[in-house]
Structure formats: structure tokens, C-alpha cells
């Protein structure tokens, strides 16, 4: 009955949004554009703390996860003129029209259009060459002779996690909904994305050098033989990470799900273990584990004099 409501129409907050095609499948299982909205429509409480401000890549697939990948910056000509936008200044010249979802109807109307996946800045618009949050993406080894166990990326998981506490940050985890775990540290405005990135690369090449059998910060594939990929590249000016709560372009329609700590350590825990399906129960069960992530940020200058400590026993 959710999904016949949808193909007629979604009022979501003040405005009513249309899903054009609303039963054409996006997943093999049969998953569609209004499966999609719904989602949407239900987690939006939930998710659009986390985007406000943020100016949004857009991954759409207008002919299914199967078909071809759009990644769209600029926000639709045709888009309705209730969706915020921000006008972003590239690096090298010109701007760019970024969408920023503040209500639900926006994302609604996202999924209408295809949009499987939300890649919010780490910046907000007011302040877009001062990030609020910093990100390290733990990334497994896809060599099929030496795969990463779940076990030692959960473990380096809540190692890189013992680090930045010990640094005097608050780090938080997140499954990716793909095969790995997000760190996300809430900082204070203060620093630049330089700073920033300088930061989350130093932090980086320590848990290497505590831990060289199991991590590595080799972008190059070939180079990295089996070892986990600490990728600290998303913390520059117009990158982006998978949004808290997002869908992702893959079999099963599986979502980002932030967690506690000590769901880390569960043995059961799998990147991709929640659905589109199967998370608005969780959320209703336990609510948002990062509910209050913006209280816990902290300025970037006492963990840099730590970690510069650390730095000369490497």
C-alpha cells in the first residue's frame, strides 16, 4: 500500500512532489523509484541534520544501478524552485549551483529523479573553506588471494578510533553501505581543508607505523599487497563523502549506517548489513547513534601539538 501511495503522489512537509516512473525498478531485486522516495521520506528526520548546509554531488542512475552512473554537481535547470541551492566558487574559475537539502521534499524529489546516493561537502555553505568534519575512509583489500578479514577491519577500525581519542578529538563510525567503515571527527571551524588534510594524513602515517602488517597509505592499488587502505583524500575544498543514511548503488540496496562503538565490535556487523529495508526499523528500534556528533567538536590546534608528539617516535 506505501508504494501505491507514492506512484500518485508524496506530500512531504509543505509541498507535494510527483515521481515520474515511480515503478521503474533501480535494484535486480525489483526495488523502484517509489521504494526509493519512501526511504527517503521516512529516514528524512533522521538524515537531514546531517546534510544541512551542505552543499550535495548528486549520484543518480536514471536507467537503474545497471545502467549508467551520473555524478551531478550543478543542480537541474527544471528543478523546482522551492529546493535550496548554493552558488559554490570553483578552484579554478566559475561557480557552481550545488543543491542543499533542507526538508524532505527534497529528498523525495532526489529519489524521483534517480538520485540513489547523497555526497554532502564536509563544509557548510557559510563557511565552505572551513570544514566541520574530518573523514578517514578505511578501505579493505580487494586482492582475492589476501582479503581483508571482518575482523581486522573492525579491530583497525577501533584502533584509528583509540587514536583520535587519544589526540583529544571524538571520532565516529559508519559503515559505507560498500565494503568498508568511515571515521568522522566533528571539528570546530577553525582550520582550512589544507590544515585539515595535513592533519588526517599525519594521523595516518602513524597507525601505519604502529600497524604496517595490516594498513597503508599507498594510493596506488599494486602497491598496497593485501593491506588496508587508509584514503584521507576526501578532506580537501569541493570533495565529498556518502552522507549519513544514504543508499548505495548496489545489489540489495544497502545504506551508511552509523554505529555505536561497541556495535563495532559485533562480530555480526557487516558494511553493507543494513537495507533500505531493514534500516527505518533499526533507526526506530535505537535511534540516531550520532544524534549529537555537532556537541563533540572539537578545534584541530591541541590534537595537532599531540599528534606532532607522536610524530617524532615514527
Not at 234 to 248: G, K, L
Request: positive net charge.
Amino acid at each position: 500500500m506505501a508504494a501505491r501511495a507514492v506512484t500518485r503522489a508524496v506530500s512531504a512537509g509543505r509541498h507535494e512532489v510527483r515521481i515520474r516512473r515511480p515503478d521503474k525498478p533501480l535494484f535486480p531485486d525489483g526495488t523502484t523509484k517509489a521504494d526509493l522516495a519512501g526511504y527517503y521520506e521516512r529516514v528524512a528526520g533522521t538524515m537531514l541534520p546531517h546534510l544541512a548546509g551542505r552543499p550535495l554531488n548528486l549520484e543518480r542512475y536514471p536507467d537503474g544501478i545497471d545502467g549508467e552512473r551520473i555524478v551531478q554537481q550543478r543542480a537541474g535547470r527544471y528543478f523546482p524552485d522551492w529546493i535550496r541551492r548554493v552558488a559554490v566558487s570553483r578552484e579554478e574559475a566559475g561557480q557552481v549551483e550545488h543543491v542543499v537539502a533542507e526538508e524532505p521534499a527534497t529528498l523525495v524529489y532526489l529519489a524521483g529523479q534517480a538520485c540513489i546516493t547523497l555526497h554532502p561537502w564536509l563544509s557548510r555553505a557559510d563557511r565552505l573553506d572551513r570544514p566541520d568534519r574530518m573523514v578517514i575512509d578505511l578501505d579493505p583489500a580487494d586482492q582475492p588471494d589476501t582479503p581483508t578479514s571482518p575482523d581486522d577491519l573492525r579491530q583497525v577500525a577501533s584502533g584509528l578510533g583509540e587514536l583520535l581519542r587519544d589526540l583529544g578529538l571524538l571520532p565516529f563510525v559508519m559503515t559505507t553501505g560498500s565494503r568498508g567503515y568511515h571515521l568522522v571527527v566533528p571539528l570546530r571551524r577553525g582550520a582550512g581543508f589544507e590544515t585539515v588534510r595535513g592533519f588526517t594524513r599525519d594521523v595516518a602515517r602513524v597507525a601505519v607505523a604502529r600497524d604496517p602488517r595490516r594498513l597503508t597509505i599507498e594510493q596506488r592499488k599494486a602497491a598496497r599487497h593485501g593491506r588496508i587502505y587508509l584514503d584521507v583524500q576526501r578532506n580537501a575544498y569541493a570533495h565529498t563523502s556518502v552522507a549519513p543514511y544514504a543508499v548505495r548503488a548496489r545489489t540489495g540496496a544497502p545504506v551508511a549506517t552509523p554505529l555505536t562503538w561497541e556495535e563495532l565490535a559485533d562480530p555480526a556487523i557487516r558494511p553493507d548489513g543494513w537495507t533500505l529495508r531493514s534500516l527505518p526499523d533499526r533507526l526506530e528500534r535505537t535511534g540516531d547513534p550520532w544524534r549529537d556528533i555537532h556537541a563533540h567538536a572539537h578545534p584541530l590546534g591541541p590534537a595537532r601539538h599531540r599528534l606532532d608528539a607522536l610524530l617524532t617516535d615514527i
